[in-house]
């Protein structure tokens, strides 16, 4: 009768504990362990360890004691040096850590992660939460109607999770880089499919009303904006020094994509730049009492979007008030993000093809700027108009088809 696997108890070089299976083997006086979904895989990786045992395979890890929540220490402060969207992994790290923090980083499994995904893919946002609860108290204070309905829950979308999850496997595979871990889990997981990318558009009439409803402080900024597809933070951080007027370009040396690039201005743009510098000039020398070789020093570092602080908007300032009107004018689904998308679409419009869209916006590869590339049908009604027709066969006024003729008699 085979041996039956006890809780603690080890048999054979496998070992379970608290329901989940491991082989362990000796190499140079170190035990290595490893995690596996069940026994049968547990036996299957015992076996490998020992023939790498045997052949003194070079870089079997330490044993592993690292669990998940003090090894994020050690990848912050390497995500913040080597990765500009460390500041991102801050959100993703929040649910990662109240679910595989107390864990070895052996113990976390593709299949613990799948588990995962599929439970938080179903779980209530804590802003939907945050609504519902503050909707309840509106209500028990009867400062809502009383047929007034709660707003309906939001789960976490797709997109959401898989960020949380390329984030562990990030953190995962720099415990492979520092030899923590022999091979990530995580190798090859199937992320969730995401919607496909908003597709914002703006006519006229409401670009009009938009701009009306913006603070007048917003203004220039959403012109320069719309005319340039620089980024919320491209924008802000933007310094006189920057602006070459005389060849109308703009260099972003902050990009997101790690790289500088030159934006080339729109005429308008040159002559409210030039009226802005004006102001600015006057401002600072007025400020270093009229010495104009200190003003010319301070100058190319201050901001060209500046408030009378002479300091630039903070962001959220600009995403609330972009909102605000927005909600104003009937389009709540816009965002400050898609003046980005307005920029690529019209120019587009222009006839500038997909690489040109992509250097100005600063897009490593063409399948963001793909998404700007949405159809027009009045333009493509107009565009097909223009195509010239294929030439056509000279014909007799009067010839009929031997084939409609051969019709003809048969009848």
Same mark, same amino acid.
């Given at each position: ?7 603690? $108890?080890?048999?054979?070089?496998? *070992? ?91 113990? @976390? ?7 995962? =995904? ?44 898989? /960020? ?24 090859? @997981?199937? =992320? ?52 070459? *007027? ?40 007025? $400020? ?10 301070? *100058? ?6 500046? =408030? ?13 008030? *972009?909102?605000?009107?927005? $909600? ?31 250097? =100005? ?17 009045? $333009?493509? /009604? ?30």
């Amino acid at each position: 009768m085979a041996k039956r696997h006890e809780e603690g $108890r080890q048999i054979g070089g496998i *070992f379970n504990r608290n329901g989940h299976w491991y082989a362990k083997v000796k190499v140079r006086g170190r035990q290595v362990w490893r995690s596996a979904p069940t026994k049968e895989d547990a036996q299957l990786l015992l076996g490998r360890l020992r023939e790498d045992a045997a052949r003194e395979r070079v870089g079997l890890p330490r044993v592993q004691r690292d669990r998940l929540a003090g090894f994020v220490t050690k990848y912050r402060e390497w995500a913040k040096v080597h990765k500009r969207s460390w500041d991102r992994d801050e959100l993703s790290l929040r649910p990662l850590l109240a679910a595989f923090g107390p864990l070895r980083l052996s113990e @976390i499994s593709k299949a613990r992660v799948e588990a995962y =995904m599929r439970d938080r893919r179903g779980a209530e946002t804590l802003v939907s939460i945050g609504r519902r609860e503050a909707f309840a108290r509106h209500k028990e204070a009867g400062r809502l109607p009383r047929n007034a309905k709660p707003p309906a829950p939001a789960a976490y979308s797709a997109a959401s999770v898989n /960020r949380e999850v390329a984030c562990l496997r990030k953190i995962l595979s720099y415990a492979v880089e520092c030899g923590d871990l022999s091979e990530n889990p995580l190798r090859g @997981i199937r =992320m969730f499919t995401e919607a496909p990318g908003r597709v914002p558009t703006l006519g006229p009439e409401d670009e009009a009303a938009l701009v009306a409803a913006l603070p007048p402080w917003l203004r220039p900024l959403y012109r320069l904006a719309v005319l340039t597809g620089l980024r919320q933070g491209e924008i802000v951080s933007l310094r006189w020094r920057h602006v070459d *007027f005389d060849g109308g370009i703009l260099m972003v040396e902050d990009s997101k994509s790690g790289e500088s690039r030159r934006v080339p201005l729109h005429p308008s743009l040159v002559d409210e730049l030039r009226t802005r510098r004006a102001l600015v000039e006057a401002a600072i020398l007025a $400020r270093v009492n009229g010495d104009e070789l200190a003003a010319r020093r301070e *100058f190319p570092d201050a901001f060209v979007v500046a =408030m009378p602080s002479g300091l630039p908007p903070e962001a959220s300032s600009i995403s609330h008030a *972009f909102k605000r009107a927005a $909600r104003k004018i009937g389009r709540p689904d816009l965002r400050w993000h898609d003046t980005r998308h307005l920029a690529g679409s019209a120019l587009l419009g222009t006839g500038a093809s997909l690489p040109e869209v992509a250097a =100005m916006l600063g897009h490593k590869t063409l399948v963001m700027s793909k998404r700007y590339a949405h159809v027009n049908p009045s $333009r493509l /009604r107009d565009l097909v108009a223009r195509m010239p027709a294929p030439a056509e066969a000279a014909t007799e006024p009067d010839a009929v088809p031997a084939k409609a003729v051969r019709r003809e008699v048969t009848r």
